[in-house]
């Protein structure tokens, strides 16, 4: 891995160029190159008919590697500089859970199955289109949604829900869509916190910062040897709470205390003694 560069944002702004283009072009061929082996050894269809969709979920991630998969990715693909705390604050042990994260950048996803070994996520429905990554995000877990339907955002949440309670955490991107600033953004969409509230799901917090540097939300440039820094918040429990507005602010209220603990961490100049993923 290269030197890290910590860019700021005059260097992710102007219009691209041709070679800028033709850079993110060939780290995403990149990408989806590398997850060929995941989905056709063995063959995704074979192993789509042997096992069930809902309640194996942890089957399809270990046979298909896509933890594996992920870590190349970030580390030699994309060539992000990770560096993470709290992360004995995740609880990994049994079901009954859903996660929460800011969200910056198309790149987050593969951050995050890679670091944090998680591999479910609401996602909007055009990353299913994506070649490969689409589908090896499907053998994961990650539940598709349309934006535009109310009833397509209603049904994924019973499935997210569903998944959560019996199979596997899935991570919930509150703000909606990737900042514009990199900042959180003032909008955030809590119904999926209300909804653990009512069934009894606890919800584990973590926040994320550099990934728009290394990849803008323009998606049309690329610059590798990113500092990313990512920190693991507290998990809450519903059975804490009294009401569901109130847990569903102190799950966002954390992850803002986090996102402020990883963007100083980002900036820090002791950013070489934070422990990697």
């Known amino acids: 891995m290269g030197e890290t560069a910590l860019i700021g944002e005059r260097d992710i702004e102007g219009p691209p160029t041709l070679a800028s283009r033709l850079h993110i072009l060939a780290r995403f061929i990149g990408v989806i190159l590398a997850a060929i082996p995941t989905t056709t050894v063995p063959p995704m269809l074979l192993t789509v008919l042997a096992y069930r969709r809902y309640g194996n979920e942890r089957t399809f991630q270990r046979i298909h590697s896509v933890f594996g998969w992920a870590n190349f990715c970030v580390r030699r693909v994309l060539e992000m500089d990770v560096r993470m705390q709290g992360k004995e ?3 990994r042990e049994g079901s009954r859970l859903m996660l929460v994260c800011n969200h910056q950048s198309y790149v987050d996803i593969p951050l995050i199955m890679g670091s944090l070994r998680i591999g ?35 049904r994924a949440l019973v499935n997210v829900l569903r998944m959560c309670e019996s199979s596997t955490p899935v991570v919930v991107f509150p703000e909606g869509t990737r900042s514009a600033d990199g900042r959180l953004r003032d909008t955030v969409h809590l119904g999926a916190l209300h909804s ?4 009894g799901l606890r919800v584990g917090t973590f926040a994320l910062d550099g990934t728009r540097y290394a990849c803008p939300p323009s998606m049309d440039r690329y ?10 918040g507290e998990t809450f429990d519903p059975s804490d709470f009294g009401d569901a507005d109130g847990f569903a602010r102190a799950v966002w209220e954390e992850v803002g205390r986090r996102f402020a603990e990883a963007r100083a961490m980002r900036e820090s100049s002791d950013w070489d003694t934070f422990p990697r993923p």
Request: glycine share 4%; proline share 4%; aromatic share 12%.
């Open 89 to 91: 604050r995740l609880d």
């Open 120 to 154: 479910a996520f609401l996602s909007k429905d055009i990353v299913a289109y994506l070649p490969v990554i689409g589908q090896i995000a499907w053998l994961a877990g990650t539940i598709y949604f349309r934006r535009d339907s109310k009833e397509s955002r209603q």
């Open 196 to 199: 653990c509230h009512a069934r």
């Open 223 to 232: 610059f590798p040897h990113q500092r990313v820094a990512i920190v693991v």
